[in-house]
């Protein structure tokens, strides 16, 4: 009798699809993507146009990302990894191939952004966003402005430093200022940016990857590691107190990729919102909101000129030949781990 009624519900799912188990899929996208990301008036115009709801959790970090993708009970169509992540991602098969044709706005992707050692052919990935990770700074604190990773090493500054709270980027302005790349792998290198990061976090107050620019817009701490398109928007709030810098040394050149994971139940939903955000006009609908960078290079003639014009959201070469991209460091990433426990736990 039991295995009469389930074969009945299944049938009967298959009848209603307007109505109960598929209209409630096919009216639904489910989003895992960063936080500040998204202006809530896009998402609204999205449902409006199409009728499709959309629900969305965030994440501050990419590893946290792979860590829902890998336990298998994750419910998203649309995900937003880094460079590195989309390579990991897509060697687990965690994400699946991207048909180009299906996304009627590819076109309006600015081609230098195509084509990446970390997705060849882009496969797995559409571009989103693009930046720096560096030093937001108050100005009346450091009146002669910052130019170096050491001032998040010097104790003067104790208690009033934050980081954020993601192991490769913080691994990152370690390895830099010790002069190396970004995506050392010698463990003996790795134990001696440790041993540095352990030192700082006596200086650090937070560790924090969503609410950075915010906390250094408030006062609480006068150097903020972070990402430049949300450190720009407070400092566009605040120009005379607030700044940013790509130190000397270098730093990380991250992009931020749209991607479908391969167990999505939405993906003609999925299709619908990529080709969506990537109109010109939304597609700078949303950058003025959040202050990032996007590849979209339709979309500039409607971007605010500020924002264009703003070297912190878009940095000249000069700043992006300094910086890296962060790759996947194969086994080692095991070490990056243990490391970064051992710092946190102290």
């Known amino acids: 009798m039991k295995r009469l009624f389930a074969i009945l519900t299944i049938a009967l799912c298959g009848v209603v699809m307007l109505t109960g188990c598929g209209k409630r899929q096919r009216n639904v996208l489910n989003l895992f993507i960063w936080s500040a990301y998204l202006p809530d ?15 969305y959790d965030t ?7 792979l860590e829902k993708l890998q336990s298998g009970v994750a419910d998203y169509d649309i995900v937003v990894p880094s460079d590195y992540m989309v390579q990991i991602l897509s060697a687990e098969g965690l994400i699946q191939e991207i048909d180009h044709s299906r996304i009627s706005t590819w076109g309006h992707l600015d081609p230098k952004f195509l084509n990446k050692d970390f ?22 604190k450091f009146p002669d402005g910052v130019d170096s990773w050491a001032v998040m090493f010097d104790p003067a500054h104790a208690g009033r430093i934050l980081m954020l709270d993601d192991v490769r980027e913080v691994f990152s302005v370690a390895l830099k200022y010790l002069g190396h790349s970004v995506n050392e792998t010698d463990p003996d290198i790795l134990r001696k940016a440790a041993d540095l990061l352990k030192q700082q976090k006596r200086l650090v107050r937070t560790y924090n990857s969503g609410d950075f620019h915010n906390i250094l817009a408030s006062g609480d701490v006068d150097l903020a590691h972070g990402y430049n398109g949300q450190l720009a928007e407070v400092i566009a709030a605040a120009p005379e107190r607030l700044g940013y810098v790509v130190p000397k040394e270098g730093g990380v050149f991250w992009m931020d990729s749209l991607c479908i994971p391969a167990k999505s139940r939405n993906v003609d939903n999925a299709y619908a919102f990529l080709s969506f955000i990537m ?29 264009l014009q703003d070297e912190a959201i878009y940095p000249p070469d000069d700043i992006i030949d300094r910086c890296e991209f962060l790759e996947d460091v194969g086994e080692a990433a095991t070490l990056f781990d243990r490391l970064w426990t051992e710092i946190k736990a102290m």
Do not use: C
């Open 119 to 140: 997705d060849p052919d882009n496969k797995f990935s559409m571009p989103y966003f693009w930046g720096t990770t560096g030093i937001g700074f108050n100005r009346q």
């Open 59 to 65: 994440y501050d970090s990419n590893e946290a990302l």
């Open 41 to 55: 008036e896009v998402l609204a115009e999205f449902t409006h146009r199409t009728g499709i709801r959309v629900r």
């Open 279 to 307: 109109e010109p006009e939304i597609n700078a609908k949303i950058v003025n909101a959040v202050s990032y960078a996007s590849a979209n290079k339709a979309a500039k003639q409607f971007i605010d000129p500020a924002i």
